[in-house]
T-cell receptor, first 116, second 118 residues
Framework: GNSVTQMEGPVTLSEEAFLTINCTYT??????LFWYVQYPGEGLQLLLK?????DKGSNKGFEATYRKETTSFHLEKGSVQVSDSAVYFC???????????????FGQGTILTVHP | DTEVTQTPKHLVMGMTNKKSLKCEQH?????MYWYKQKAKKPPELMFV???????INESVPSRFSPECPNSSLLNLHLHALQPEDSALYLC?????????????????FGSGTQLSVL
């Protein structure tokens, strides 16, 4: 089956620190990969995505590169801010002519807390 | 308008009550979704509507009954719920159903309804 594994949290950093949240996946086909962020009391927002190998998704200073050889999509940011405190979810959708129709598979989520 | 609006934001109900959750989007999206999210867990897909027709039911108990009156609205009718059904219920929409070949795969989520079943 398809699955997404994220690093265990919570992750606690000081402002301006470097962030890495690891994400690896298993998939029976060729997936698109996503990072979603959930701020307290809100729904999920798409942070970035990549649809094929070696693609780099980026947004708001966050980056992730689709690595097919290591089946990974690690999230990085060079300098985090207090406002980045949230839960981060790695996710995948299979691109297989509609066989994953409607189904986004999420990782367990990683809680990030950034202190001033 | 790039919002998915959910009402109510909070709901407390007894196990014998009947209530409904509502979701609305005006982005012209053709797919709408219900997810259930327990605390500190990822969202779990419940239902997918595609072009106002139910396309996926993830073996959800019949005490949850979805309804799509038109392309902008999605309801979730609740009846005889159990305390373990307490969770955040998230609605989402996308231009086309995600996973459909060539589709724009961005999901737009509402802020959710925090449901407590007593």
């Amino acid at each position: 089956g398809n699955s997404v594994t994220q690093m265990e949290g919570p992750v606690t950093l000081s402002e301006e620190a470097f962030l890495t949240i690891n994400c690896t996946y298993t998939a029976t086909g060729y997936p698109s990969l996503f990072w979603y962020v959930q701020y307290p009391g809100e729904g999920l927002q798409l942070l970035l995505k990549a649809t094929k190998a070696d693609d780099k998704g980026s947004n708001k200073g966050f980056e992730a590169t689709y690595r097919k050889e290591t089946t990974s999509f690690h999230l990085e940011k060079g300098s985090v801010q207090v406002s980045d405190s949230a839960v981060y979810f790695c996710a995948l959708i299979l691109n297989a002519g509609g066989t994953s129709y409607g189904k986004l598979t999420f990782g367990q989520g990683t809680i990030l807390t950034v202190h001033p | 308008d790039t919002e998915v609006t959910q009402t109510p934001k909070h709901l407390v109900m007894g196990m014998t009550n009947k209530k409904s959750l509502k979701c609305e989007q005006h982005m012209g999206h053709r797919a709408m979704y219900w997810y259930k999210q327990k605390a500190k867990k990822p969202p779990e897909l419940m239902f997918v509507y595609s072009y106002e027709k139910l396309s996926i039911n993830e073996s959800v108990p019949s005490r949850f009954s979805p309804e799509c009156p038109n392309s902008s609205l999605l309801n979730l009718h609740l009846h005889a719920l159990q305390p373990e059904d307490s969770a955040l219920y998230l609605c989402a929409s996308s231009q086309e159903p995600v996973g459909d070949l060539g589709a724009n795969e961005k999901l737009f989520f509402g802020s959710g309804t925090q449901l407590s079943v007593l």
